[in-house]
C-alpha cells in the first residue's frame, strides 16, 4: 500500500542560513517540487490501474453470469413459457413477468446449489488427501523405513483443488462420428430400450488427469448427465449396464415432442449422508454407497443432431458415472454411439 505524501511539506525548506563547513560532506539534496509531483502522479496512476482492474473483474464477472443466465434461460423456457401459459391463458404481460421470476428462482437454485457442492467437492478431496498420507505413514512403517523430509512436506497439508466445472461443446460431423464408430469401436454403439437407462462408470485412470467424452443418437434425443464417485480403490474395468426404469415412468412425460419434458430440475447433493437427489442408477431414488458429486444435471439433449463433447479435469480418484437417460420414452428405443477417453 503506498503511503500517503504531502507536497506541501515536501516542497518546505528551513528559514535557518545553513552554516557550511569545509571538512563535513554537503548534505543529500532534500525532495523537490517536481519529485513530490511525480510521486502524486504515480500514486495517482496506481489507483487508476486498480480501478481499472476492478471494473476488468466486474465485466467479466458480468458476462459469465450473463453466459449462465442464457444456457439455463435455453434450458428452462419451453417448460416455463408452457407453465405460464396454463396459469394466465390470454394474458401475455403476465405470462412474461411469471417467466422472468422463475427464471431468476431458477438462476438463484443453480448457483447455491454449484456453492453447496464445492464446498461438499473440497471436503471430500480433503478426507481422501488424509487417507493418502495415512496409508503413505503406514506403508514406510511397515517396511520400517522413515519418511524423508521431502516426502513429510509433499503430503503435509491437503490443500484441496478447486471445483472444476465441466466443458461441454458440439460438432457437427455426426454422420462421420457414428460411422467411425461402427466401423473401429462398434462395441462403442448400444440399444437403450424405452423406459430403459444406461450406464456408463468410468474409473480415473492413474496416468491420467482428465476424462473426455463424446457421445450421439440416432432419430432421437436422450437424456444425460454426468456424476463422479470418489473412491481412494476405484476398480480397473469400465463398465456398461442397462437398466429397466418402468418405475421412473412418472418422472417423465412420454410425448417426445419439443417442450414436453417436466421443467428440470438440477439434483442437489445431501450433506448428511453424501446421496444425490435423484437415482444415478434408477431415477428418483437415492443413491447410497461412496459419496458422489453431480457435475452436470440430467437433461435431454439434442444428440440426433449433433455430436456432444465434453471435458472434465479430475478432482482427486473415483469413478465417472455416465448416464443415458431413455425413462421419458415410452415406446421408442435409442441407438447410442459414444467414445470416452482420457488426458494425461
Known amino acids: 500500500m503506498l503511503m500517503e505524501s504531502s507536497p506541501v511539506s515536501a516542497s518546505l525548506e528551513s528559514s535557518r542560513p545553513a552554516v557550511l563547513d569545509a571538512n563535513q560532506p554537503p548534505a543529500a539534496d532534500k525532495p523537490s517540487n517536481a519529485a513530490a509531483a511525480a510521486n502524486v502522479t504515480e500514486r495517482k496512476d496506481d489507483e487508476e490501474s486498480d480501478e481499472a482492474e476492478t471494473q476488468t473483474d466486474y465485466e467479466e464477472s458480468a458476462r459469465q453470469e450473463a453466459a ?12 416455463f413459457r408452457q407453465y405460464a401459459q396454463e396459469q394466465h391463458p390470454k394474458e401475455p404481460e403476465k405470462q412474461k413477468e411469471l417467466i422472468a421470476q422463475m ?16 464446498g461438499i467437492h473440497q471436503q471430500r478431496q480433503i478426507e481422501q488427501l488424509i487417507d493418502l498420507q495415512k496409508a503413505a505413514r503406514a506403508e514406510a512403517a511397515a517396511n520400517g523405513k522413515e519418511l524423508s523430509p521431502e516426502d513429510e512436506d509433499a503430503i503435509a497439508e491437503p490443500i484441496p483443488l478447486p471445483l472444476i466445472p465441466a466443458s461441454l461443446w458440439t460438432r457437427k460431423d455426426i454422420v462421420e462420428f457414428k460411422k467411425e464408430i461402427l466401423s473401429m469401436q462398434r462395441e462403442c454403439c448400444i440399444k437403450v430400450g424405452s423406459l430403459a437407462s444406461a450406464t456408463l462408470r468410468v474409473p480415473t485412470h492413474e496416468e491420467g488427469t482428465s476424462i473426455f467424452w ?25 463398465t456398461m449396464t442397462i437398466s429397466e426404469s418402468s418405475d421412473e415412468e412418472d418422472e417423465y412425460e412420454d410425448n417426445e415432442e419439443e417442450g414436453s419434458e417436466a421443467p428440470p430440475r438440477p439434483r442437489q447433493r445431501s450433506a448428511d449422508d453424501g446421496s444425490v437427489n435423484g437415482d444415478v442408477e434408477g431415477g428418483g431414488r437415492d443413491l447410497g454407497g461412496p459419496p458422489t458429486d453431480e457435475l452436470i444435471p440430467i437433461y435431454r439433449r439434442d444428440s440426433h443432431l449433433e455430436v456432444y463433447c465434453g471435458s472434465h479435469q479430475y478432482p482427486g480418484c473415483g469413478v465417472y458415472i455416465f448416464k443415458f437417460d431413455n425413462s421419458f420414452s415410452l415406446w421408442r428405443s435409442k441407438w447410442l454411439y459414444y467414445r470416452v477417453y482420457y488426458g494425461k
Not at 106 to 111: D, K, S, V, W
Not at 222 to 233: T, Y
Open 68 to 79: 449462465i443466465r442464457s444456457i439455463l434461460d435455453q434450458q428452462s423456457i419451453i417448460q
Open 103 to 118: 427464471q431468476e428462482q431458477y438462476f438463484q437454485y443453480y448457483i447455491e446449489n454449484v456453492q453447496h457442492s464445492q
Open 214 to 238: 463424446e457421445f450421439a443418437t440416432d432419430s432421437y434425443d436422450i437424456g444425460f448427465g454426468l456424476f463422479f464417485e470418489w473412491s481412494l480403490s476405484p476398480p480397473e474395468s469400465i
